[in-house]
């Protein structure tokens, strides 16, 4: 049987109807968003001084410290209560700000866009001159997440990993927070010991939907050295 040029074509048209239909019937997934980034190596003490007999301290980011450079810092104080400061990333990365503090102060740094940064850690020096980049000490010792644990909001819980990996017991004082005026809860709320092998957990929760946006956990180790670990907890802005 001879097909006619017309036929020829109406079939060639079917076909490539289908073939097109076949491919728009399951879109591509939209690329995960990057993580911020803050660079610990841009970063200066610019001045310190007093203000209404409160003392101060300014810090200043270089260009190319936040990347992408865009969104805010939130910088709080971990050696007071004061609530975060936030200071407006410049085109090109750069920032500065000045927060209540005196030497010795450890200060965290976690830049806010669509998603957050890990935190880092900053303690000024006793001269308030120098800073220096605050690692989590003993480093047997195991906090996963280590320093920022995001939660969706009222009813939402996360268990946060304890790991002893030293040779030691590591004993916890009894976990506090750092304003206590958000809804997050946390359990255990009484001092206890990791023995060396041994993996605990601390559960937090958010009863409600009231009060601030975020605070710090505070785990203050007690043996087998005196140190201090601390978790940035946060739900979305309201």
């Given at each position: ?5 017309t036929?020829?074509t109406?079939r060639?048209l ?16 939209s ?17 310190t ?12 980011a ?9 969104g805010?810092?939130?910088v ?14 410049n085109?090109d ?23 957050r940064?890990?935190p ?35 009813g ?20 506090r ?13 009484d ?32 043996e ?7 978790i940035?907890?946060t739900?979305?802005?309201?």
């Amino acid at each position: 049987m001879i097909t006619s040029r017309t036929e020829k074509t109406t079939r060639t048209l079917w076909a490539f109807a289908i073939f097109a239909a076949g491919c728009v019937v399951s879109p591509q997934p939209s690329p995960p968003l990057d993580e911020p980034s803050i660079d610990d190596d841009g970063f200066s003490v610019i001045e310190t001084g007093a203000e209404d007999a409160n003392m101060f301290v300014s810090f200043s980011a270089a260009p190319g410290t936040v990347d992408p450079p865009e969104g805010d810092v939130i910088v709080t104080n971990l050696d007071n209560d004061d609530a975060p400061s936030v200071a407006s990333v410049n085109d090109d990365g750069s920032f500065t700000i000045a927060l209540a503090g005196l030497p010795t102060d450890v200060i965290r740094f976690q830049v806010k866009q669509t998603l957050r940064s890990q935190p880092i850690d900053l303690a000024i020096d006793a001269t308030a001159q120098g800073i220096t980049v605050v690692e989590d000490s003993p480093s047997c010792f195991v906090i996963e997440p280590a320093r920022y644990v995001p939660l969706d909001g009222a009813g939402d819980a996360r268990s946060v990993v304890l790991r002893n990996e030293c040779e030691d017991s590591v004993r916890i004082d009894a976990p506090r927070l750092r304003r206590g005026q958000a809804s997050f809860t946390f359990s255990p709320t009484d001092s206890f010991t990791i023995e060396p092998g041994e993996v605990t957990f601390i559960t937090i929760r958010v009863e409600g939907s009231d009060g601030e946006v975020e605070d710090v956990l505070f785990l203050d180790v007690i043996e087998p050295e005196v140190t201090r670990r601390a978790i940035t907890l946060t739900v979305p802005d309201p």
